[in-house]
């Protein structure tokens, strides 16, 4: 029976990849795309849905509520370029309509999204550029392919070289586009790495990481869907899948974000990297390289004492907490980090293995998360991790080596 059960299944499944693969190389090309964009509309539906019912906690802030705005934008404009599409069957009648109804709806959606990550990563406060890049590219690309319907003569929706040719130099202009919001939205990413590696005093990289990931596939996404419907029909199935799933990632962990603690956490750190900054620019210490030797001084016996005191062996000292427990201005202790061109998570990373290292050597029967837990990290993969990219040994390894 059982044999009986795995031979019909196989079959089924066997059928099914043969559906799928003559759907992508039969001549009913229309009918397939008809399902995709069918599937497209639901989803943009529901990942609208999705945006419009968080909490209001999740955006009680300005950026969070302006950035959350700008991506349901984003998201009912995509919403009404697959509804069109499905509605008007352009795919029907050819690829120049395709496109077309691509460029009118794709380079504002994705201008849309590009602005909701810059909202969150600059709190609200975005460069005119910033705003106006997007509109610029979308009235251009306009006016190239309502050009093209003036010189050929012909209507809108109709297959003419001219219109060709505009739709390929649009592209150009979206792909342009795109690459500018990208290189924005990955220079500030950077800045925000700097002022969270200089408030925490562990990893917080990976509460970022959806951002970069989320702004590639985007721009990558955006750039390809004009590009593959002018070169070929065969791509656009597996294609629309991955686009599917990288819009989905995008709105989900944006959504994510939003809930958890992390944009809280951002912006008390880009507040404290921006509260350091003013302090340096208004005081007669303002430029990092003049700190006074006294002040030089004064810093390095607070932290000796903190030292010793093991104050570095806390879990969760954040920067403004260690300046407190050294009775330092958090200032003046950042001023003091700035000037030996150390981040205040690496400072305290380098710190507590030089602990670790002495533990292991004093204490060779602790496992690894007692000696995790005493040297004040989060947990015993973080340390282990740490441990190996300091010193080039796992704590075991290193154990073995002091051994000999």
């Known amino acids: 029976m059982c044999k009986f059960a795995q031979k019909h299944t196989e079959k089924r499944l066997f059928f099914c990849f043969y559906l799928f693969f003559s759907y992508l190389c039969n001549e009913n090309e229309t009918y397939f795309m008809e399902h995709i964009q069918f599937t497209a509309i639901v989803l943009m539906v529901l990942l609208t849905l999705k945006l419009l019912m968080l909490p209001k906690r999740a955006v009680s802030n300005w950026a969070a509520s302006r950035s959350r705005g700008v991506m349901t934008v984003g998201m009912v404009l995509l ?68 050009g093209a319907s003036f010189i050929d003569k012909r209507p809108l929706l109709s297959d003419t070289p001219e219109k060709r040719m505009a739709e390929i130099i649009g592209s150009g202009f979206f792909a342009i586009m795109e690459c500018y919001y990208l290189w924005r939205q990955l220079t500030n990413l950077r800045g925000m790495r700097v002022a969270l590696l200089n408030y925490f005093d562990r990893d917080m990289s990976g509460v970022l990481r959806w951002m970069q990931v989320s702004s590639i596939l ?84 607070a932290v000796e004492r903190w030292i010793d005191r093991g104050g570095h062996l806390k879990s969760g000292m954040k920067l403004p907490a260690a300046a407190e427990d050294m009775q330092l201005p958090r200032y003046l202790l950042s001023a003091w980090l700035k000037q030996w061109g150390r981040r205040y998570n690496d400072w305290l990373t380098m710190l507590r293995i030089e602990e670790a290292k002495h533990v292991l050597e004093k204490h060779p029967d602790w496992n690894n998360e007692a000696v995790a837990l005493h040297c004040g990290f989060t947990d015993r993969s973080y340390f282990q991790k740490k441990f190996k990219e300091r010193t080039g040994y796992s704590p075991a390894e290193y154990l073995s080596l002091k051994e000999k």
């Open 218 to 301: 985007i721009a990558t996404m955006a750039v390809m869907v004009p590009l593959l419907i002018f070169f070929s029909s065969f791509w656009l199935a597996p294609f629309s899948v991955v686009m599917f799933a990288g819009i989905f990632y995008f709105v989900d962990s944006y959504c994510s974000f939003l809930l958890s603690t992390s944009f809280a956490k951002m912006q008390e750190a880009e507040q404290n990297e921006e509260a350091i900054e003013e302090y340096l620019a208004e005081t007669e210490e303002g430029a990092v390289e003049s700190l006074s030797e006294e002040a030089m001084l004064r810093v390095e016996r």
């Open 79 to 146: 919403l009404l370029q697959f509804a069109l599409q499905y509605a008007l069957k352009l795919r029907a009648m050819g690829v120049t309509q395709a496109v077309m109804l691509n460029l009118f709806f794709f380079i504002p959606a994705s201008w849309m999204f590009s602005l909701s990550v810059l909202y969150l990563q600059r709190r609200g406060h975005i460069t005119l550029l910033d705003k106006f890049v997007g509109l610029l590219t979308w009235a251009v690309v306009t006016a190239l392919i309502l």
